[in-house]
């Protein structure tokens, strides 16, 4: 069983699109991080939230912390064949951190 | 920086054989992480080691899994005998924190026939 959920588990969109991912506990997190992992790689940091309500923004990705710290969003506004990847959601507690399946995205040109 | 190092980045061994995976965390992280990635079960914690010592090794999936950390630039992880179901992408990740961002080697790739 996944501490963390993530939806959709796979999306494949057109170059220009938007769209969002989601990722989902029914633990409280004390902070909660983003990662994108390209094939053939490990996965590399994006952003990390800590506070409830939290957004942020990084160029064309806007990643928001859930007021109850229990979840949270990535959107992808115009999506580019470069965003294509694996997008791990991975929550904060005290003494650990545990990750979520992913959602895999591939955008066609 | 170099980044966490790990070797080898593609292993194919043949039922029962030992394989023993390799990782440099970077300098100065007291964090160690070993993970393995399928894409039937996502990316599972197998253990992870602060200064050196093993802290949560629950996820250890049997005892032909097993991991050691010598000292702070160096750990293996050991898989005796090896079997198919263990095929899959073996990462090591290293951190300032338990909690903090976690910084992955590039992964090896097993494959056990």
């Known amino acids: 069983t996944q501490l963390l959920e993530q939806s959709p588990q796979f999306l494949s969109i057109q170059e220009g699109e938007n769209l969002t991912v989601y990722c989902n506990s029914s633990?409280?997190?004390?902070?909660l991080q983003w990662y994108r992992q390209e094939p053939g790689e490990g996965p590399v940091l994006l952003v990390t939230v800590v506070t409830g309500g939290e957004v942020k923004k990084l160029k064309r990705l806007t990643f928001q912390f859930g007021d109850a710290r229990k979840d949270s969003s990535l959107h992808i506004t115009a999506a580019q064949p470069g965003d294509t990847g694996l997008y791990l959601c991975?929550?904060?507690?005290?003494?650990?951190?545990?990750f979520g399946a992913g959602t895999r995205l591939t955008v066609k040109p | 920086d170099a980044g966490v190092i790990q070797s080898p980045r593609h292993e194919v061994t043949e039922m029962g054989q030992e394989v023993t995976l390799r990782c440099k965390p970077i300098s100065g992280h007291d964090y160690l992480f070993w993970y393995r990635q399928t894409m039937m079960r996502g990316l599972e914690l197998l253990i992870y080691?602060?200064?050196?010592?093993?802290?949560?090794d629950s996820g250890m999936p049997e005892d032909r899994f097993s991991a050691k950390m010598p000292n702070a630039s160096f750990s293996t992880l050991k898989i005796q005998p090896s079997e198919p179901r263990d095929s899959a992408v073996y990462f090591c990740?290293?951190?300032?924190?338990?909690?903090?961002?976690?910084?992955f080697g590039p992964g090896t790739r097993l494959t056990v026939l």
């Open positions: 991975a929550g904060a507690g005290n003494n650990d951190m545990r």
């Open positions: 633990s409280v997190f004390s902070s």
């Open positions: 080691f602060n200064n050196n010592v093993p802290i949560d």
């Open positions: 990740a290293s951190s300032p924190s338990a909690n903090n961002e976690q910084f």
